[in-house]
Structure formats: structure tokens, C-alpha cells
Nanobody, 123 residues
């Protein structure tokens, strides 16, 4: 059974940092693009960041560019999202996803999903 499991969420003050992790099991994802999405209450799920299977190519939503960094360790089947300078508007459930192409930003185009981890940023 393929699983993506996120961890590292929590409550942090504005300006603080969190590092999310997503570990895959059931098969290797070393040849898959990996991505992070988020969904705030009452809003649609939105793209945050993605990384190609080699790690050579990364992409970010404009609203997180310069604050968030995506990385991966294929030996550990894990992808990370380092989040700095967090803002209250970053509050959401963050989801890890695996897919074919890191350039795709629509959630519908990603195949595998984790269950999500809550990130809450207080002002």
C-alpha cells in the first residue's frame, strides 16, 4: 500500500519557522516529482512548492517564494519543506503529494497524497 505521511506541523508565532517532512512507503518515489500543497478553511487546495525527482528543479508559489524551501532525500524516500518567516496567512493543512511532473500546479494532476499536517501561525 502506497502511503505518504507528513509530520512536523504545529503552532508557531508569526516570524517563526517550521520544517515539514513527508516520508513515502509502499514503493520508492525516487523517480517521482514531489510537491507540497495547502488548504485553509473555506478555501481550495493550493500549490505551495514542488521538486523534480533529481532535486535539480524546484518551483514555488509567489506567496511563499523566498520564505519556503523544498528539498528531498531520495535515499530516505523523504521530501521536506522548510518554512521561515511564517505569517498568519500561512495557516492551513499542508499536504504532501507525488506525481509525474514537478511543473504541474493543479492538485488534480498529482496522483498520491498524504493525510495532511496542520500548521497554525499565531499573530
Amino acid at each position: 500500500q502506497v502511503q505518504l505521511v507528513e509530520s512536523g506541523g504545529g503552532l508557531v508565532q508569526a516570524g517563526g519557522s517550521l520544517k515539514l517532512s513527508c516520508t513515502a512507503s509502499g514503493r520508492t518515489f525516487s523517480r517521482d516529482a514531489m510537491g507540497w500543497f495547502r488548504q485553509a478553511p473555506g478555501k481550495e487546495r493550493e500549490f505551495v512548492a514542488s521538486i523534480s525527482w533529481t532535486g535539480a528543479t524546484t518551483s514555488y508559489a509567489d506567496i511563499v517564494k523566498g520564505r519556503f524551501t523544498i528539498s528531498r532525500d531520495n535515499a530516505k524516500n523523504t521530501v521536506y519543506l522548510q518554512m521561515n518567516s511564517l505569517k498568519p496567512e500561512d495557516t492551513a493543512v499542508y499536504y504532501c503529494a507525488a506525481g509525474t511532473y514537478s511543473t504541474l500546479r493543479s492538485p488534480n494532476e498529482w496522483r498520491y497524497w498524504g493525510q495532511g499536517t496542520q500548521v497554525t501561525v499565531s499573530s
